[in-house]
């Protein structure tokens, strides 16, 4: 008798996004280690967070039970700062903002970090890489602004707008950016998620097409729209930021190819939809769009999160066919689903 493939299977590697996947700060995500460490791909480690240099990143994930390398670590900085590379010559002094991650990145690159200080003390930059840093000030913005507005190029390693913190979303790299945007008027390169670039990255680092790659996150904005954006499949986790709901109402450039519970579903096959238009069928789980009657879906059968993914089907169809707007998705979808 035959296994059926999991989802995994389909695919000969995997980027994996970590805040909201892997862990939510110090802790590791409930079931998350575990499943990640009986995928028998290799996996890519890609966060948006330029702060923490890779060898520090990879030391976290090893404290939680992980086993990887060093250098199976991408950060914006590290793609940030390979961006730079493809600028200038080796030596180039680049104006390095935000955290050790990103003065880091550029050591590993062969470009020399100037730090604000130095900058302001005199010392002259080509390009401007930035990057988030918890203790940068408004004096570094203030170097960055200068730099640029004396004729070096500008890289920003991302442009999330927020932070997810233990405490609560905290202003991101993309707030950073924007208040030197407001000071310079003009715009920097972007290499972080949802830009192609990390996703490149990570398929030459695992050694296939990106066609090949899945991509796993918890945010429709950047992990779900880089992919798309990259070529590679994607899966939404619903552990970190974005839920159903949230998917239901997202544009087609942010809708992912799956909807996972956690990580473990990774090893489990992947529901093929049957049906088409306003009918799905995933698993036993079925969804029909019904306007007329019910307002909303009529869902029968099946588990939890294959009446989810029915439901996406058929109200991203109703979206597309302009039957319903994407705030009336998000709402049918928490009426009718509920919590997956």
Same mark, same amino acid.
């Given at each position: 008798?035959?296994?059926?493939?999991?989802?995994?299977?389909?695919?000969?590697?995997?980027?994996?996004?970590?805040?909201?996947?892997?862990?939510?700060?110090?802790?590791?995500?409930?079931?998350?280690?575990?499943?990640?460490?009986?995928?028998?791909?290799?996996?890519?480690?890609?966060?948006?967070?330029?702060?923490?240099?890779?060898?520090?990143?990879?030391?976290?994930?090893?404290?939680?039970?992980?086993?990887?390398?060093?250098?199976?670590?991408?950060?914006?900085?590290?793609?940030?700062?390979?961006?730079?590379?493809?600028?200038?010559?080796?030596?180039?002094?680049?104006?390095?903002?935000?955290?050790?991650?990103?003065?880091?990145?550029?050591?590993?690159?062969?470009?020399?970090?100037?730090?604000?200080?130095?900058?302001?003390?005199?010392?002259?930059?080509?390009?401007?890489?930035?990057?988030?840093?918890?203790?940068?000030?408004?004096?570094?913005?203030?170097?960055?602004?200068?730099?640029?507005?004396?004729?070096?190029?500008?890289?920003?390693?991302?442009?999330?707008?927020?932070?997810?913190?233990?405490?609560?979303?905290?202003?991101?790299?993309?707030?950073?950016?924007?208040?030197?945007?407001?000071?310079?008027?003009?715009?920097?390169?972007?290499?972080?998620?949802?830009?192609?670039?990390?996703?490149?990255?990570?398929?030459?680092?695992?050694?296939?097409?990106?066609?090949?790659?899945?991509?796993?996150?918890?945010?429709?904005?950047?992990?779900?729209?880089?992919?798309?954006?990259?070529?590679?499949?994607?899966?939404?986790? %619903?552990?970190?930021?974005?839920?159903?709901? *949230?998917? $239901?109402?997202?544009? +087609? #450039? @942010?809708?992912?190819?799956?909807?996972? &519970?956690?990580?473990?579903?990774?090893?489990?096959?992947?529901?093929?939809?049957?049906?088409?238009?306003?009918?799905?069928?995933?698993?036993?789980?079925?969804?029909?769009?019904?306007?007329?009657?019910?307002?909303?879906?009529?869902?029968?059968?099946?588990?939890?999160?294959?009446?989810?993914?029915?439901? %996406?089907?058929?109200?991203?169809?109703?979206? *597309?066919? $302009?039957?319903?707007? +994407? #705030? @009336?998705?998000?709402?049918?979808?928490? &009426?009718?689903?509920?919590?997956?």
């Amino acid at each position: 008798m035959s296994v059926e493939p999991s989802l995994a299977d389909h695919y000969r590697g995997v980027v994996c996004d970590l805040d909201g996947v892997v862990y939510r700060g110090a802790q590791a995500v409930p079931g998350a280690v575990e499943a990640l460490s009986a995928l028998t791909i290799p996996i890519v480690w890609a966060t948006n967070n330029a702060s923490r240099p890779p060898e520090e990143v990879a030391a976290h994930l090893r404290s939680l039970g992980l086993t990887l390398l060093d250098a199976s670590v991408l950060t914006s900085s590290l793609a940030g700062a390979a961006q730079v590379a493809t600028m200038v010559p080796p030596g180039t002094a680049v104006l390095a903002v935000g955290g050790e991650g990103v003065a880091r990145a550029l050591e590993i690159h062969d470009l020399r970090p100037i730090r604000p200080k130095d900058h302001a003390a005199g010392v002259t930059v080509e390009v401007v890489l930035q990057g988030y840093g918890a203790e940068v000030t408004a004096g570094d913005l203030g170097e960055a602004a200068y730099a640029i507005e004396g004729g070096a190029r500008w890289v920003a390693t991302n442009d999330d707008a927020t932070l997810p913190t233990e405490r609560g979303e905290a202003p991101g790299n993309g707030a950073l950016v924007g208040a030197v945007r407001v000071a310079v008027g003009v715009e920097p390169i972007v290499v972080g998620k949802p830009h192609p670039p990390m996703y490149q990255m990570a398929a030459r680092a695992l050694g296939v097409e990106t066609a090949e790659v899945l991509a796993i996150g918890d945010r429709l904005q950047t992990d779900i729209a880089g992919a798309h954006s990259a070529g590679t499949a994607s899966a939404l986790v %619903l552990t970190g930021v974005h839920n159903a709901n *949230d998917a $239901a109402a997202a544009p +087609p #450039e @942010q809708r992912p190819d799956y909807l996972l &519970r956690d990580c473990a579903d990774l090893h489990r096959p992947y529901p093929v939809r049957r049906g088409e238009g306003g009918t799905s069928r995933r698993g036993d789980a079925l969804a029909v769009l019904d306007l007329q009657d019910t307002g909303g879906l009529v869902l029968e059968g099946g588990t939890p999160i294959d009446r989810a993914r029915s439901a %996406l089907d058929v109200l991203w169809w109703g979206v *597309d066919e $302009a039957q319903i707007t +994407p #705030e @009336q998705a998000a709402a049918i979808m928490r &009426r009718s689903v509920g919590t997956v």
